[in-house]
């Protein structure tokens, strides 16, 4: 293979602080000679991949998106469910299939482009779709996505593992968060500039970038130089789940931790009736979309540093306290919509609100994913984790459907309500976790 520029060479070992690029850990010699263009090639594709998600996030574009063209309430509870089962459930199955593979990039390709399209899809019933149909179609557009996400995200990972060595991985996924970050904020800010129009062609042209974000993630891995990997190993997804039902019922700690993971989901279903629910209150005016992505964008920023060390300390703690803040971000949503004044007629209480939930949301994240992997051991960890997301994925889609008719029944306000008590039960729940760590 070719090597190195010496100018590149040098711009990786900035940016990472290595003193020499061809020292690696647990890749090949001709994965760490590529190395350093691999590195640029994986920051171009998470940066893509980053930029398409915020541009077409199922917990605010969205939402947005049905309001504006007038679909039934219901099928916002909807958005979240899909496109997280879409990409937990079929994981087991995919992971054996990839195994086979001696090059896995493919497979994130496949995903990248399928995405891509999915995104242009929206893009034009952005433009076309109302009322029920139009919300329908969306929905179909979305499990799709949702599906080509889950290829993409278990190859991105195996791929990562074998061009990218240990300690050098986290600061390619720093450096990504940190420009797509700040690409993120500028988007919003833009968008309140555009505060007295209308949505319809500026979400178009969200969900166009969103395209493109997926298309530009498409192409750098198919550019990454991977190695052939071996092909054998592969466990059957259907010994996989009976040893991981086996576990559920034997290992109480475990079964306690996803009644506390289910509960928990209410921060997830909460957060786009929130974006809704400002919407409406506000108007459908694109600037206030503009303030939730910039609210949004900085409490992400926020939220890491503020739960990461505390989850070392105790990770049920943090399930706690998120659990507990996520509860209080419903019932003041739902709160300053029953109050009188103007100033309950404007987007900024709601986005305050929603920018919490995002921190509160981010440390349940966190949280369960650090008690889940302290919790196994190092033989059934991989277990451990692939059943915890399974379960999360169908309980996504069950509890979303219920949350879908509630939505229907006792609308935005009320159904908050019903989350908030999710989520306080969540944090009980989590309370009685004992320690792992």
Same mark, same amino acid.
């Given at each position: 293979?070719?090597?190195?520029?010496?100018?590149?060479?040098?711009?990786?070992?900035?940016?990472?602080?290595?003193?020499?690029?061809?020292?690696?850990?647990?890749?090949?010699?001709?994965?760490?000679?590529?190395?350093?263009?691999?590195?640029?090639?994986?920051?171009?594709?998470?940066?893509?991949?980053?930029?398409?998600?915020?541009?077409?996030?199922?917990?605010?574009?969205?939402?947005?998106?049905?309001?504006?063209?007038?679909?039934?309430?219901?099928?916002?509870?909807?958005?979240?469910?899909?496109?997280?089962?879409?990409?937990?459930?079929?994981?087991?199955?995919?992971?054996?299939?990839?195994?086979?593979?001696?090059?896995?990039?493919?497979?994130?390709?496949?995903?990248?482009? !399928?995405?891509?399209?999915? @995104?242009? =899809? /929206?893009?034009?019933? %952005? &433009?076309? +779709?109302?009322?029920?149909? #139009?919300?329908? *179609?969306?929905?179909?557009?979305?499990?799709?996505?949702?599906?080509?996400?889950?290829?993409?995200?278990?190859?991105?990972?195996?791929?990562?593992?074998?061009?990218?060595?240990?300690?050098?991985?986290?600061?390619?996924?720093?450096?990504?968060?940190?420009?797509?970050?700040?690409?993120?904020?500028?988007?919003?800010?833009?968008?309140?500039?555009?505060?007295?129009?209308?949505?319809?062609?500026?979400?178009?042209?969200?969900?166009?970038?969103?395209?493109?974000?997926?298309?530009?993630?498409?192409?750098?891995?198919?550019?990454?130089?991977?190695?052939?990997?071996?092909?054998?190993?592969?466990?059957?997804?259907?010994?996989?789940?009976?040893?991981?039902?086996?576990?559920?019922?034997?290992?109480?700690?475990?079964?306690?931790?996803?009644?506390?993971?289910? !509960?928990?989901?209410?921060? @997830?279903? =909460? /957060?786009?009736?929130? %974006? &809704?629910? +400002?919407?409406?209150?506000? #108007?459908?005016? *694109?600037?206030?979309?503009?303030?939730?992505?910039?609210?949004?964008?900085?409490?992400?920023?926020?939220?890491?540093?503020?739960?990461?060390?505390?989850?070392?300390?105790?990770?049920?703690?943090?399930?706690?306290?998120?659990?507990?803040?996520?509860?209080?971000?419903?019932?003041?949503?739902?709160?300053?919509?029953?109050?009188?004044?103007?100033?309950?007629?404007?987007?900024?209480?709601?986005?305050?609100?929603?920018?919490?939930?995002?921190?509160?949301?981010?440390?349940?994240?966190?949280?369960?994913?650090?008690?889940?992997?302290?919790?196994?051991?190092?033989?059934?960890?991989?277990?451990?984790?692939?059943?915890?997301?399974?379960?999360?994925?169908?309980?996504?889609?069950?509890?979303?459907?219920?949350?879908?008719?509630?939505?229907?029944?006792?609308?935005?306000?009320?159904?908050?309500?019903?989350?908030?008590?999710?989520?306080?039960?969540?944090?009980?729940?989590?309370?009685?976790?004992?320690?792992?760590?």
């Amino acid at each position: 293979m070719a090597s190195t520029p010496i100018s590149q060479s040098r711009f990786y070992e900035w940016l990472t602080g290595d003193e020499d690029s061809r020292l690696c850990k647990d890749i090949s010699d001709e994965a760490c000679n590529e190395q350093p263009g691999n590195f640029f090639r994986h920051l171009a594709a998470s940066l893509g991949n980053k930029l398409a998600d915020e541009f077409s996030s199922a917990r605010l574009v969205l939402p947005w998106l049905l309001g504006v063209i007038g679909a039934p309430l219901w099928m916002v509870g909807l958005l979240v469910p899909i496109r997280e089962a879409g990409s937990l459930l079929p994981q087991v199955f995919i992971a054996g299939f990839i195994r086979h593979m001696p090059q896995r990039k493919w497979v994130w390709v496949i995903g990248g482009v !399928l995405q891509a399209l999915c @995104a242009g =899809a /929206l893009a034009l019933l %952005a &433009l076309t +779709g109302s009322g029920g149909l #139009g919300g329908a *179609l969306v929905l179909i557009v979305l499990v799709v996505l949702s599906l080509a996400r889950g290829l993409s995200s278990i190859a991105t990972k195996d791929v990562l593992g074998k061009t990218i060595a240990k300690q050098r991985r986290g600061n390619l996924m720093g450096w990504s968060g940190s420009v797509a970050g700040a690409m993120t904020l500028l988007a919003g800010g833009v968008l309140m500039l555009f505060d007295d129009r209308h949505g319809e062609t500026v979400l178009a042209i969200l969900l166009a970038i969103a395209a493109l974000g997926w298309a530009i993630n498409a192409a750098c891995a198919a550019a990454i130089r991977e190695d052939r990997g071996a092909t054998e190993g592969g466990e059957n997804a259907w010994d996989s789940i009976r040893q991981g039902l086996e576990l559920l019922r034997q290992d109480r700690t475990f079964l306690h931790f996803n009644l506390a993971r289910a !509960l928990l989901l209410s921060s @997830a279903l =909460a /957060l786009p009736y929130i %974006a &809704l629910l +400002g919407q409406r209150q506000s #108007g459908e005016d *694109l600037g206030g979309l503009g303030v939730l992505i910039v609210i949004s964008g900085l409490a992400s920023m926020l939220a890491s540093p503020f739960w990461g060390k505390r989850a070392d300390i105790s990770s049920h703690k943090v399930m706690r306290d998120a659990g507990a803040m996520a509860g209080l971000c419903c019932l003041t949503a739902a709160g300053i919509a029953w109050m009188p004044g103007d100033w309950t007629r404007t987007i900024w209480p709601f986005a305050l609100v929603y920018g919490v939930l995002v921190i509160a949301h981010a440390g349940i994240r966190l949280g369960r994913k650090t008690y889940v992997v302290d919790m196994a051991g190092r033989d059934d960890r991989a277990l451990y984790v692939a059943l915890s997301n399974t379960l999360t994925g169908l309980l996504m889609l069950i509890v979303g459907a219920i949350i879908g008719v509630l939505a229907q029944w006792l609308g935005s306000t009320g159904l908050l309500l019903v989350l908030s008590l999710c989520a306080f039960a969540a944090s009980v729940t989590a309370q009685r976790l004992p320690q792992v760590e």
